[in-house]
Each structure stands twice: as C-alpha cells, then as structure tokens.
C-alpha cells in the first residue's frame, strides 16, 4: 500500500462520511419527503387514470362506444386524455419542482459548500 492509496481511501472516507452527514440534515429529509410525495401523488394520478381507461374499455364497452360526434366516441376521446394527461402532469411535476423543491436543494447545496462537506468534486467510479 502506497502513500496514495491510503490518501485516496482517507479522502473516500471523509466524503462518504460528509455526505452521511448531509444525509440526516433535517431539510435533506425534508427535501427527500417532498419529492417522494410528489411522485406518488402524480405517479398515482396517472395509473388511477390509465387503468380506469383500461377497464373501461374492457369492460364497459357500451359506454365507450357512445358516439360524441361524427366518428368520435368516448375511447377516443379518452385515448387522447391519456395523452394530455401525460404532458399536464409533466407540466405540473417541472412547476411544482421549481417551486417548492428546488430553492430548498439550492439551499441545502450552498450550506454544504460553504461548511465544507462539498467541494464540488464528486469521484464517480
């Protein structure tokens, strides 16, 4: 074991127990809890939604073959739901992000600088 090695494996230890330390800070938790909340409430939306299309069209065939207009029924009205559906929640996923998650990661990313626990090299192997 050479001078290095053991430098690598002290500078592998600091950071690993930097980023432990940064991991238990009440607004990285907070943060963390944010974004989980997030995802499941849209994630849930969107399968509530997808799977409701689904049955519906199994299983209730005369509902989705009502005819709205011309050559238009419910299915594909609601077909193409499934696709505005996908973008407003992508939409609301980047505002809400924006909102209410991202200053709190700015803040969490510029306390850690300024104590030191980033240095903003981070080794990927």
Not at 67 to 72: F, M, P
Not at 96 to 120: K, M, N, Q, V, W
Request: proline letters at 2%; zero cysteines; aromatic letters at 12%.
């Amino acid at each position: 074991m050479t001078w290095s090695d053991s430098a690598r494996r002290r500078e592998r230890a600091d950071t690993a127990y930097a980023w432990e330390r940064l991991s238990v800070d009440p607004r990285f938790v907070k943060l963390r809890r944010r974004f989980a909340l997030q995802v499941a409430v849209l994630v849930s939306l969107f399968l509530l939604s997808y799977l409701t299309y689904l049955l519906l069209s199994a299983y209730a065939r005369d509902v989705m073959s009502y005819q709205v207009a011309d050559s238009v029924n419910v299915a594909l009205l609601m077909g193409i739901g499934q696709f505005l559906l996908t973008f407003v929640l992508a939409w609301a996923f980047g505002r809400f992000s924006t909102r209410a998650i991202d200053p709190l990661a700015a803040e969490i990313r510029d306390r850690a600088r300024a104590d030191g626990t980033l240095t903003g090299r981070v080794s990927r192997r």
